[in-house]
């Protein structure tokens, strides 16, 4: 009996097998779908099972990458705190050879604020009266003049920068000698006045601060003479300074006495 079903058995296979080859032969669509359902599903499944295995390793592959790119970015966070420290300690160190090299040193004061009515020309440091500050005292840094103190609280003062349009100070050209009045123009810039078109002035040559103004001490550094328009005015020459210390970039300064 079980020999006999298995007989039928093969011959229902090797009928079914038959027909498929036969329509596949005649290009027609097979009678009976129902007779691939089975090998469909065996298809779908091991299918199925091939994406499953190839999608494992990518996720183990982006859970590295994730890894991998946190300690990138934990590198980099530590790489430029160690740069910021490195230029905050580059700035302390020049100001403390400042201090040892000017006998009217006050105070070191760190910039905490730009006036919102006037950005680019007022700053305010964070140190005032009760360190010894008073208007009119001269605001430096390492690489040149800043500004003066114009307005002072007990624990704050702010400073009107060189390029203010009320800031006007007393200089000469280092090499020639020629002196005249640097005047702030309002929107970043300092101009050398009142030189007269009769001087040969040449770009490139030091601005430094006369002391005729009674206000800034000599020889402080400012810039150095960038551009030269002999016809800028009837009588004198404009010339444009170039500022040693870009006052945008001020996060400490040194205040000196008058």
């Not at 991998?68 to 420290?85: G, I, M, P, T, V």
């Not at 002391?211 to 800028?232: K, Q």
């Not at 009588?235 to 996060?251: K, M």
């Amino acid at each position: 009996m079980l020999r006999n079903k298995f007989i039928l058995f093969a011959l229902f296979i090797l009928f079914i097998f038959a027909l498929l080859t036969f329509q596949s032969i005649k290009g027609e669509r097979p009678l009976f779908d129902f007779t691939l359902y089975p090998l469909k599903v065996l298809e779908q499944g091991g299918s199925a099972a091939l994406s499953v295995l190839d999608y494992i390793p990518f996720i183990g592959k982006s859970g590295e990458e994730r890894s991998l790119s946190d300690r990138l970015n934990k590198c980099e966070a530590e790489r430029l705190k160690y740069k910021e420290a490195a230029s905050e300690n580059e700035r302390l160190r020049n100001i403390l050879q400042l201090k040892l090299q000017r006998s009217d040193y006050v105070t070191a004061a760190e910039v905490f604020a730009r006036d919102p009515g006037n950005w680019f020309n007022i700053l305010w440091i964070n140190k005032g009266s009760i360190n010894g500050i008073a208007k009119d005292m001269i605001a430096v840094t390492p690489l040149g003049l800043v500004g003066r103190v114009h307005r002072v609280s007990s624990e704050s003062a702010n400073v009107i920068l060189i390029t203010d349009v009320n800031s006007s100070v007393a200089v000469r050209l280092e090499s020639s000698r020629i002196e005249g009045i640097l005047e702030g123009s309002g929107d970043g810039k300092c101009f050398l006045k009142y030189v007269s078109r009769d001087f040969e002035v040449q770009p490139g040559e030091n601005v430094i601060t006369s002391g005729l103004d009674r206000i800034f001490p000599e020889g402080l550094l400012i810039g150095a003479a960038s551009s030269v328009d002999r016809e800028g005015g009837e009588a004198f020459q404009l010339i444009e300074v170039e500022l040693a210390q870009n006052l945008n970039t001020v996060e400490e300064v040194v205040v000196l006495k008058r």
